[in-house]
């Protein structure tokens, strides 16, 4: 990709994408995270395909995404200034609960810092836990 043409990061680093669907837009949104959370972005990645076979991906909102079918999802993160955030949208269903609570009642959130690496055996248990469960509609 020429400099030139590299993605625009928008506050807190996070690449600016344009919505599309399927496995090469979600790696064109990885690609052009920064420094350490590109790695982390692989990773997750990685773990959510290899959780659950045949998971569907977008971009949308500048967010990759994760369901089970076309716009009803299970998963989606973001870049923000020191952390990723990723957002479980039934996370208040899974057991244990993700971490981090939400003002929608519904939504627990995993923040992932540089440095702190994350339970990824506990986190694939919450990614199949979460794709059993029904999706949300965005």
Known sequence: MAKDAAPKLLSGGNPQIAKGYGDA?????IDAMPGWKQDVGRRIDALVTEA???????VKWNSPFYGMEKDIWFLGFHCMTKYI?????KGAQLSPLPPGAS???????LDIYEGRPF????????????????GEKM
């Open 52 to 58: 659950v076979p045949g998971v569907v991906k977008a």
């Open 119 to 134: 339970d990824e055996a506990q986190f694939s248990d919450w990614v199949r836990q979460a794709s059993a469960l029904p």
């Open 25 to 29: 837009v979600v790696q064109s949104y």
């Open 85 to 89: 955030k990723v957002a479980f949208f």
């Open 103 to 109: 003002k929608q009642a519904n939504v627990r959130y």
